[in-house]
């Protein structure tokens, strides 16, 4: 079942691994296949060394598995949810990684402010930090409330516009229209959370980028009359 998914998936965890965006069993990617609602996530602890197609667990957008023997990774509702609400906007891939410099943002409960164009080619404006989860959303259903406050914390924007979020003193949740796509925006991701950094040390109060520089560079990629590029 999902064959081409399941390798799309594997292929796309084995990248965080080569991207340097994971070590040990940390991370996940998931792939959403919108025709028959099924989501292929990778299974839980396993590391990525001797991880194989095998290791891809399909589940329904209950989080029940449907195909496989393994337990899917213990992620899994939060991957639900956010498919649930960014699935009809197109969103068929999930990363959760714990990147060095993007994680440092999610620990300091700091968005990370558009500093440059490199930002803002892919990320239209701040990427958002999480609210804190009470007491009561930690205790029960913590990682459905992960995806809660993810989705509530990118309101403002659309999902398409901003494609990660950073949860509070976790790490950041990245989405796609592949999986592929996810994992490039999370190495996108690691790469401009390193450079706001060494921007805020020289400067602590520098200035985001101007908007209409942050307007022209997104819309000339993705806008309706986008032109970076080769016509498909
Ligand atoms: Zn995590």
């Known amino acids: 079942m999902l064959n081409n998914l399941k390798q799309e998936v594997l292929e ?11 070590i040990s069993t940390w991370g996940n990617v998931s792939g959403f296949d919108s025709e028959t609602g099924l989501i292929v996530i990778k299974a839980s602890g396993v590391p990525y060394s001797q991880m194989t197609i095998d290791d891809m667990v399909v589940v329904d957008m209950e989080g029940n598995v449907v195909e496989g023997d393994r337990r899917p990774s213990t992620d899994t509702p939060t991957h639900v949810y956010l498919y649930k609400n960014f699935g009809p906007k197109g969103i068929k891939g999930v990363v959760h990684t714990h990147s060095k410099y993007a994680t440092t943002w999610a620990q300091l409960c700091k968005s990370i402010p558009c500093f440059g164009t490199t930002h803002g080619d892919y990320f239209y404006g701040d990427i958002p930090c999480t609210r804190a989860l009470s007491a009561k959303e930690i205790e029960e259903g913590y990682e459905l409330n992960t995806g809660k406050v993810i989705v509530e914390a990118i309101s403002n924007t659309d999902c398409i516009h901003m494609s990660a979020a950073l949860v509070r003193r976790h790490a950041p949740f990245v989405w796609g229209k592949t999986p592929q796509e996810a994992v490039l925006h999370s190495q ?3 790469y401009i959370s390193e450079m706001a950094i060494l921007d805020v040390l020289m400067n602590p109060e520098l200035p985001v980028l101007e908007q209409e520089i942050a307007d022209k560079h997104y819309n000339r990629k993705f806008g309706p009359n986008a032109y970076y590029g080769q016509k498909s």
């Not at 796309?12 to 994971?22: F, I, M, R, S, T």
């Open 12 to 22: 796309a965890n084995l990248e965080l691994v080569k991207k340097n965006l994971v």
């Open 188 to 190: 996108v991701l690691e």
